[in-house]
Protein backbone atom coordinates (compact mmCIF):
# COMPACT_ATOMS: atom_id res chain seq x y z
CA UNK A 1 0.00 0.00 0.00
CA UNK A 2 1.19 3.55 -0.69
CA UNK A 3 3.43 4.79 2.19
CA UNK A 4 4.01 1.51 3.73
CA UNK A 5 7.17 0.63 4.20
CA UNK A 6 8.01 -3.17 5.15
CA UNK A 7 10.35 -3.11 8.40
CA UNK A 8 13.02 -6.64 8.21
CA UNK A 9 12.00 -9.53 9.44
CA UNK A 10 13.38 -12.70 10.73
CA UNK A 11 11.47 -15.52 9.39
CA UNK A 12 11.51 -17.05 12.51
CA UNK A 13 10.03 -13.72 14.00
CA UNK A 14 6.17 -14.09 12.88
CA UNK A 15 2.73 -14.76 13.45
CA UNK A 16 2.47 -17.70 10.59
CA UNK A 17 5.39 -19.92 12.35
CA UNK A 18 4.35 -19.20 15.57
CA UNK A 19 0.84 -20.31 15.00
CA UNK A 20 1.93 -22.95 12.56
CA UNK A 21 4.79 -24.28 15.24
CA UNK A 22 2.28 -24.23 17.82
CA UNK A 23 -0.57 -26.23 15.79
CA UNK A 24 2.72 -28.53 15.30
CA UNK A 25 3.15 -28.76 18.87
CA UNK A 26 -0.24 -30.05 19.83
CA UNK A 27 0.07 -32.62 17.35
CA UNK A 28 3.35 -34.08 18.46
CA UNK A 29 2.13 -33.66 22.31
CA UNK A 30 -1.05 -35.66 21.71
CA UNK A 31 0.76 -38.49 19.58
CA UNK A 32 3.83 -38.84 21.71
CA UNK A 33 3.18 -38.08 25.32
CA UNK A 34 3.00 -40.87 27.68
CA UNK A 35 -0.54 -41.78 29.79
CA UNK A 36 -2.35 -38.55 28.45
CA UNK A 37 -5.24 -37.49 30.81
CA UNK A 38 -8.32 -37.54 27.77
CA UNK A 39 -11.34 -35.10 27.53
CA UNK A 40 -14.71 -36.69 28.96
CA UNK A 41 -17.05 -36.39 25.48
CA UNK A 42 -18.75 -34.55 24.33
CA UNK A 43 -16.36 -31.79 26.20
CA UNK A 44 -13.85 -31.85 23.69
CA UNK A 45 -16.87 -30.55 21.21
CA UNK A 46 -16.99 -27.32 22.64
CA UNK A 47 -13.39 -27.12 20.54
CA UNK A 48 -16.05 -26.50 17.51
CA UNK A 49 -17.11 -23.08 19.09
CA UNK A 50 -13.89 -22.07 19.49
CA UNK A 51 -12.82 -22.70 16.11
CA UNK A 52 -15.94 -21.35 15.08
CA UNK A 53 -15.13 -18.18 17.45
CA UNK A 54 -11.52 -17.67 16.47
CA UNK A 55 -12.26 -17.50 12.73
CA UNK A 56 -15.08 -15.29 12.78
CA UNK A 57 -13.04 -12.89 14.94
CA UNK A 58 -9.76 -12.81 12.47
CA UNK A 59 -12.06 -12.90 9.10
CA UNK A 60 -13.97 -9.95 11.18
CA UNK A 61 -10.73 -7.97 12.34
CA UNK A 62 -9.04 -8.39 8.52
CA UNK A 63 -11.84 -7.13 7.15
CA UNK A 64 -12.09 -3.69 9.20
CA UNK A 65 -8.30 -3.64 8.18
CA UNK A 66 -9.09 -3.71 4.49
CA UNK A 67 -12.11 -1.52 4.89
CA UNK A 68 -9.68 1.34 6.24
CA UNK A 69 -7.28 0.57 3.93
CA UNK A 70 -4.80 -0.31 5.95
CA UNK A 71 -1.89 -2.91 5.96
CA UNK A 72 -2.88 -6.37 6.95
CA UNK A 73 0.82 -7.11 7.31
CA UNK A 74 3.41 -7.39 10.56
CA UNK A 75 6.27 -5.16 10.20
CA UNK A 76 4.73 -2.63 7.88
CA UNK A 77 4.11 0.75 8.63
CA UNK A 78 0.04 1.39 9.25
CA UNK A 79 -1.79 4.30 7.70
CA UNK A 80 -5.12 4.25 10.12
CA UNK A 81 -5.28 3.76 13.90
CA UNK A 82 -8.04 1.10 14.20
CA UNK A 83 -10.12 1.46 17.46
CA UNK A 84 -13.74 0.28 16.78
CA UNK A 85 -15.80 -2.65 16.05
CA UNK A 86 -13.51 -5.64 18.34
CA UNK A 87 -10.59 -3.67 18.19
CA UNK A 88 -12.90 -1.64 21.01
CA UNK A 89 -12.10 -5.04 23.01
CA UNK A 90 -8.78 -5.79 22.15
CA UNK A 91 -5.79 -4.60 20.34
CA UNK A 92 -5.24 -7.48 18.95
CA UNK A 93 -7.95 -9.59 17.81
CA UNK A 94 -6.23 -11.11 14.99
CA UNK A 95 -3.99 -12.86 17.07
CA UNK A 96 -6.30 -13.57 19.80
CA UNK A 97 -8.29 -15.40 17.38
CA UNK A 98 -5.24 -17.29 16.07
CA UNK A 99 -5.33 -18.64 19.97
CA UNK A 100 -9.34 -19.35 20.16
CA UNK A 101 -8.26 -21.26 17.37
CA UNK A 102 -5.71 -23.65 18.69
CA UNK A 103 -7.72 -23.88 21.85
CA UNK A 104 -10.74 -25.16 19.53
CA UNK A 105 -8.25 -27.66 18.03
CA UNK A 106 -6.61 -28.83 21.27
CA UNK A 107 -10.03 -29.26 22.49
CA UNK A 108 -11.37 -31.52 19.38
CA UNK A 109 -8.41 -33.38 20.01
CA UNK A 110 -9.75 -34.62 22.88
CA UNK A 111 -6.24 -34.85 25.69
CA UNK A 112 -4.88 -32.55 28.08
CA UNK A 113 -1.29 -32.50 27.07
CA UNK A 114 -2.13 -30.52 23.68
CA UNK A 115 -3.34 -26.79 25.44
CA UNK A 116 0.47 -26.75 27.16
CA UNK A 117 1.48 -25.13 23.32
CA UNK A 118 -1.60 -22.70 24.13
CA UNK A 119 0.41 -20.43 26.69
CA UNK A 120 3.47 -21.10 24.49
CA UNK A 121 1.74 -19.36 21.44
CA UNK A 122 0.55 -16.89 23.45
CA UNK A 123 4.26 -15.97 25.11
CA UNK A 124 5.76 -16.49 22.09
CA UNK A 125 3.88 -13.40 20.00
CA UNK A 126 3.36 -11.08 23.04
CA UNK A 127 7.04 -11.11 23.47
CA UNK A 128 8.47 -10.87 19.91
CA UNK A 129 5.57 -9.97 17.83
CA UNK A 130 3.73 -7.30 19.61
CA UNK A 131 5.36 -5.60 21.38
CA UNK A 132 7.63 -4.92 18.39
CA UNK A 133 3.93 -3.62 16.69
CA UNK A 134 3.21 -1.39 19.67
CA UNK A 135 6.52 -0.21 19.27
CA UNK A 136 6.32 0.83 15.53
CA UNK A 137 2.32 2.17 16.40
CA UNK A 138 3.65 4.01 19.42
CA UNK A 139 6.11 5.92 16.98
CA UNK A 140 3.38 6.63 14.50
CA UNK A 141 0.35 7.69 16.50
CA UNK A 142 2.19 8.93 19.60
CA UNK A 143 -0.53 10.32 22.27
CA UNK A 144 -3.24 8.55 19.85
CA UNK A 145 -2.05 5.19 20.27
CA UNK A 146 -1.32 5.43 23.75
CA UNK A 147 -4.48 6.61 24.86
CA UNK A 148 -5.82 3.44 23.26
CA UNK A 149 -3.76 1.22 24.94
CA UNK A 150 -4.58 2.69 28.27
CA UNK A 151 -8.57 1.56 27.36
CA UNK A 152 -7.98 -1.10 25.67
CA UNK A 153 -6.28 -4.37 26.60
CA UNK A 154 -3.60 -6.17 24.62
CA UNK A 155 -5.45 -9.56 25.25
CA UNK A 156 -9.01 -10.31 25.71
CA UNK A 157 -10.42 -13.64 26.31
CA UNK A 158 -14.02 -14.64 26.01
CA UNK A 159 -16.59 -16.78 26.56
CA UNK A 160 -19.56 -17.49 24.19
CA UNK A 161 -22.90 -18.13 25.67
CA UNK A 162 -24.75 -20.93 23.63
CA UNK A 163 -28.29 -19.85 23.51
CA UNK A 164 -27.66 -16.16 23.73
CA UNK A 165 -25.48 -16.76 20.09
CA UNK A 166 -27.82 -18.24 18.20
CA UNK A 167 -29.70 -14.98 17.72
CA UNK A 168 -28.87 -12.87 14.76
CA UNK A 169 -28.63 -9.28 14.58
CA UNK A 170 -31.52 -6.90 14.36
CA UNK A 171 -32.58 -5.74 10.71
CA UNK A 172 -32.79 -2.51 10.15
CA UNK A 173 -35.87 -0.88 8.12
CA UNK A 174 -35.17 2.74 8.43
CA UNK A 175 -32.19 4.78 9.14
CA UNK A 176 -32.26 8.79 9.70
CA UNK A 177 -29.48 11.15 10.69
CA UNK A 178 -29.45 14.20 13.54
CA UNK A 179 -26.69 16.75 12.76
CA UNK A 180 -25.58 19.79 11.09
CA UNK A 181 -23.90 20.78 7.96
CA UNK A 182 -21.11 18.49 8.53
CA UNK A 183 -23.68 15.39 7.81
CA UNK A 184 -26.01 17.62 5.52
CA UNK A 185 -22.72 17.47 2.96
CA UNK A 186 -20.91 20.29 3.97
CA UNK A 187 -17.61 20.07 1.62
CA UNK A 188 -14.98 22.93 0.96
CA UNK A 189 -13.88 21.61 -2.25
CA UNK A 190 -17.84 21.83 -3.37
CA UNK A 191 -18.49 25.47 -2.18
CA UNK A 192 -20.87 26.87 -2.80
CA UNK A 193 -22.91 23.56 -2.97
CA UNK A 194 -22.45 20.55 -0.79
CA UNK A 195 -21.67 16.56 -0.77
CA UNK A 196 -20.32 14.36 -1.15
CA UNK A 197 -20.75 14.14 2.48
CA UNK A 198 -20.34 11.19 4.35
CA UNK A 199 -24.54 11.26 4.56
CA UNK A 200 -24.35 11.01 0.89
CA UNK A 201 -21.53 8.58 0.41
CA UNK A 202 -23.31 5.63 2.98
CA UNK A 203 -26.58 6.55 1.36
CA UNK A 204 -25.15 5.10 -2.26
CA UNK A 205 -24.62 8.68 -3.93
CA UNK A 206 -20.88 7.98 -4.26
CA UNK A 207 -20.74 5.01 -5.92
CA UNK A 208 -16.89 3.83 -5.30
CA UNK A 209 -18.21 3.05 -1.92
CA UNK A 210 -20.41 -0.09 -0.77
CA UNK A 211 -23.68 1.49 0.71
CA UNK A 212 -26.05 0.69 3.75
CA UNK A 213 -28.23 -0.82 1.60
CA UNK A 214 -25.42 -3.54 1.02
CA UNK A 215 -26.21 -4.66 4.50
CA UNK A 216 -29.78 -4.01 4.73
CA UNK A 217 -31.03 -3.81 1.26
CA UNK A 218 -34.52 -2.53 2.03
CA UNK A 219 -33.98 0.05 4.10
CA UNK A 220 -35.31 3.36 3.65
CA UNK A 221 -32.39 6.17 4.73
CA UNK A 222 -33.63 9.89 5.54
CA UNK A 223 -30.87 12.77 6.30
CA UNK A 224 -32.78 15.30 8.61
CA UNK A 225 -29.02 16.96 8.84
CA UNK A 226 -29.62 21.09 8.76
CA UNK A 227 -26.84 22.96 8.42
CA UNK A 228 -25.74 25.56 11.13
CA UNK A 229 -28.16 23.88 13.89
CA UNK A 230 -27.02 23.09 17.51
CA UNK A 231 -28.56 20.42 20.40
CA UNK A 232 -30.58 23.27 21.05
CA UNK A 233 -32.16 23.39 17.94
CA UNK A 234 -32.93 19.65 18.39
CA UNK A 235 -34.18 19.46 21.43
CA UNK A 236 -36.58 22.25 21.29
CA UNK A 237 -40.34 21.53 21.37
CA UNK A 238 -41.75 21.84 17.89
CA UNK A 239 -38.49 21.38 15.88
CA UNK A 240 -39.21 20.84 11.96
CA UNK A 241 -36.67 18.08 11.47
CA UNK A 242 -37.47 16.65 14.52
CA UNK A 243 -40.90 16.16 14.30
CA UNK A 244 -40.36 14.90 11.04
CA UNK A 245 -37.93 12.14 12.14
CA UNK A 246 -39.68 11.15 14.77
CA UNK A 247 -43.18 10.81 12.99
CA UNK A 248 -40.98 8.41 10.41
CA UNK A 249 -40.32 6.16 13.36
CA UNK A 250 -36.66 4.47 12.36
CA UNK A 251 -35.09 1.94 14.35
CA UNK A 252 -31.60 2.78 13.80
CA UNK A 253 -30.56 6.88 13.86
CA UNK A 254 -26.73 8.50 13.97
CA UNK A 255 -26.44 11.60 15.98
CA UNK A 256 -23.62 13.77 14.99
CA UNK A 257 -23.82 17.37 16.99
CA UNK A 258 -21.88 19.91 18.90
CA UNK A 259 -19.44 21.95 16.26
CA UNK A 260 -22.14 24.71 16.28
CA UNK A 261 -22.70 24.61 19.91
CA UNK A 262 -18.99 25.31 20.65
CA UNK A 263 -18.60 27.72 18.03
CA UNK A 264 -21.41 29.79 19.93
CA UNK A 265 -20.09 29.38 23.21
CA UNK A 266 -16.93 30.60 22.45
CA UNK A 267 -17.96 33.85 20.96
CA UNK A 268 -16.76 35.82 24.20
CA UNK A 269 -13.71 33.38 24.27
CA UNK A 270 -14.67 30.99 27.23
CA UNK A 271 -17.07 27.72 27.52
CA UNK A 272 -18.49 27.93 31.08
CA UNK A 273 -19.95 25.24 32.81
CA UNK A 274 -23.14 26.49 32.77
CA UNK A 275 -22.97 26.12 29.11
CA UNK A 276 -21.31 22.31 28.91
CA UNK A 277 -24.68 21.32 31.27
CA UNK A 278 -26.74 22.85 28.59
CA UNK A 279 -25.31 20.90 25.85
CA UNK A 280 -25.52 18.36 28.46
CA UNK A 281 -29.13 18.35 29.05
CA UNK A 282 -29.70 19.18 24.93
CA UNK A 283 -28.04 15.78 24.07
CA UNK A 284 -29.85 13.64 26.91
CA UNK A 285 -33.33 15.09 25.57
CA UNK A 286 -32.62 14.70 22.09
CA UNK A 287 -31.88 10.65 22.67
CA UNK A 288 -34.57 10.64 24.98
CA UNK A 289 -37.26 11.87 22.24
CA UNK A 290 -35.70 9.18 20.25
CA UNK A 291 -35.71 6.16 22.51
CA UNK A 292 -39.34 7.12 23.36
CA UNK A 293 -40.67 6.02 19.57
CA UNK A 294 -42.58 2.87 19.74
CA UNK A 295 -39.85 1.66 17.16
CA UNK A 296 -37.68 1.68 19.76
CA UNK A 297 -33.63 2.61 17.80
CA UNK A 298 -30.68 1.79 18.33
CA UNK A 299 -28.39 5.34 18.30
CA UNK A 300 -25.54 5.66 17.13
CA UNK A 301 -23.47 8.71 19.13
CA UNK A 302 -20.67 10.10 16.84
CA UNK A 303 -18.32 12.51 18.71
CA UNK A 304 -16.16 15.32 17.41
CA UNK A 305 -12.75 15.88 15.55
CA UNK A 306 -10.17 18.51 16.28
CA UNK A 307 -9.44 20.47 12.90
CA UNK A 308 -6.47 22.00 15.14
CA UNK A 309 -4.81 18.37 15.81
CA UNK A 310 -5.04 18.86 19.98
CA UNK A 311 -2.44 22.16 19.34
CA UNK A 312 -4.93 24.91 18.65
CA UNK A 313 -3.63 26.65 21.87
CA UNK A 314 -0.19 27.04 19.87
CA UNK A 315 -2.13 29.42 17.11
CA UNK A 316 -0.14 32.56 17.08
CA UNK A 317 -2.25 35.89 18.09
CA UNK A 318 -1.40 37.73 14.92
CA UNK A 319 -3.13 34.77 12.91
CA UNK A 320 -7.02 35.13 11.31
CA UNK A 321 -7.56 31.68 12.90
CA UNK A 322 -7.14 32.89 16.59
CA UNK A 323 -10.69 32.59 17.37
CA UNK A 324 -9.85 29.18 17.54
CA UNK A 325 -7.16 29.52 20.18
CA UNK A 326 -9.18 27.84 22.81
CA UNK A 327 -10.70 24.60 20.70
CA UNK A 328 -8.39 21.69 21.42
CA UNK A 329 -9.09 21.69 25.02
CA UNK A 330 -12.97 22.30 24.82
CA UNK A 331 -13.14 19.56 22.30
CA UNK A 332 -11.75 17.01 24.56
CA UNK A 333 -14.21 18.62 27.22
CA UNK A 334 -17.59 17.94 24.72
CA UNK A 335 -16.38 14.41 23.31
CA UNK A 336 -16.32 14.07 27.51
CA UNK A 337 -19.61 14.74 27.49
CA UNK A 338 -21.00 13.03 24.62
CA UNK A 339 -19.21 9.65 25.25
CA UNK A 340 -20.58 9.93 29.14
CA UNK A 341 -24.14 10.52 27.45
CA UNK A 342 -23.92 7.79 25.02
CA UNK A 343 -23.15 5.09 27.89
CA UNK A 344 -25.76 6.44 30.21
CA UNK A 345 -28.41 6.26 27.70
CA UNK A 346 -27.41 3.00 26.56
CA UNK A 347 -25.82 4.14 23.02
CA UNK A 348 -23.27 2.98 20.82
CA UNK A 349 -20.69 5.45 20.45
CA UNK A 350 -18.46 5.61 17.29
CA UNK A 351 -15.18 8.08 17.78
CA UNK A 352 -14.46 10.29 15.15
CA UNK A 353 -11.53 12.41 17.47
CA UNK A 354 -9.06 9.63 16.89
CA UNK A 355 -9.96 9.02 13.47
CA UNK A 356 -8.76 12.54 12.41
CA UNK A 357 -6.42 12.63 15.01
CA UNK A 358 -2.72 14.02 12.92
CA UNK A 359 -5.19 14.56 9.51
CA UNK A 360 -5.67 18.39 10.09
CA UNK A 361 -4.42 21.72 11.10
CA UNK A 362 -1.79 20.60 13.20
CA UNK A 363 1.05 20.22 10.54
CA UNK A 364 0.69 24.11 10.40
CA UNK A 365 1.02 24.39 14.18
CA UNK A 366 3.72 22.42 15.56
CA UNK A 367 2.44 18.73 15.00
CA UNK A 368 5.32 16.51 14.45
CA UNK A 369 3.45 13.38 13.57
CA UNK A 370 1.44 14.27 10.77
CA UNK A 371 0.02 11.96 8.52
CA UNK A 372 -0.10 11.98 5.09
CA UNK A 373 -4.04 12.27 4.46
CA UNK A 374 -5.65 15.54 4.60
CA UNK A 375 -9.04 15.63 5.83
CA UNK A 376 -9.45 19.19 5.94
CA UNK A 377 -8.94 22.35 3.20
CA UNK A 378 -5.16 23.33 3.13
CA UNK A 379 -5.21 27.10 4.77
CA UNK A 380 -8.53 27.54 5.38
CA UNK A 381 -9.69 26.58 8.78
CA UNK A 382 -12.71 25.00 7.87
CA UNK A 383 -14.30 22.55 10.24
CA UNK A 384 -15.47 20.72 6.69
CA UNK A 385 -13.96 18.03 6.06
CA UNK A 386 -12.83 17.49 2.40
CA UNK A 387 -14.02 14.41 0.91
CA UNK A 388 -11.27 12.30 2.18
CA UNK A 389 -12.48 13.61 5.54
CA UNK A 390 -15.90 12.59 4.42
CA UNK A 391 -14.76 9.18 3.51
CA UNK A 392 -13.06 8.47 7.02
CA UNK A 393 -16.43 9.13 8.39
CA UNK A 394 -18.23 6.92 6.28
CA UNK A 395 -15.96 4.16 6.85
CA UNK A 396 -15.78 4.85 10.14
CA UNK A 397 -19.69 4.50 10.67
CA UNK A 398 -20.02 2.16 7.90
CA UNK A 399 -16.98 -0.27 10.06
CA UNK A 400 -20.15 -0.03 13.15
CA UNK A 401 -23.00 -0.72 11.41
CA UNK A 402 -21.08 -3.95 9.51
CA UNK A 403 -20.27 -4.62 13.41
CA UNK A 404 -23.99 -5.02 14.07
CA UNK A 405 -24.84 -6.80 11.20
CA UNK A 406 -22.89 -9.49 11.65
CA UNK A 407 -21.96 -9.63 15.22
CA UNK A 408 -23.88 -12.28 17.56
CA UNK A 409 -24.82 -11.70 21.62
CA UNK A 410 -21.56 -12.21 23.70
CA UNK A 411 -20.63 -12.28 26.72
CA UNK A 412 -16.55 -10.92 27.61
CA UNK A 413 -14.18 -11.71 30.31
CA UNK A 414 -10.86 -10.07 30.58
CA UNK A 415 -7.91 -12.37 30.29
CA UNK A 416 -4.87 -10.38 30.78
Not at 33 to 40: C, F, G, I, Q, V
Not at 99 to 111: E, F, P, S, V, Y
Amino acid sequence: MGGEKPRRMSIWKNPPVFFFGAWTMMAALHQFAPETPRLPSPLNWLGLAFLAIGSALDLQSVLRLLLARTTVFPYRDSQTLITTGVYRFTRNPIYLGMALILLGAALMLGTLTPLLAIPMFVWLMDRFVIRMEEGMLEERFGDAYRTYCRQTRRWLMFFFIVAASAAQAREYTSFDVVGDSISEGGNPEFYPDTGPGWVHILFGEYQSEPAIQRLWPRIVTNNYAVSGTTTSDWATTGSAPMDDLLSGEPDLVAVLLGFNDLSDFLTDDIVTTSEQALYRQNLNTIIDRLQAMPSSPDILVINLYDMADGLSESIPATSSFYYYHLWSPEILAMNSIIEDVAAQQGCMFIDLFQVFFHHCYGRDIGDYEPLDSLYIMPDLYDVHPVTEGHLAIYRTVYERLLSLKYEKQMAWWYFF
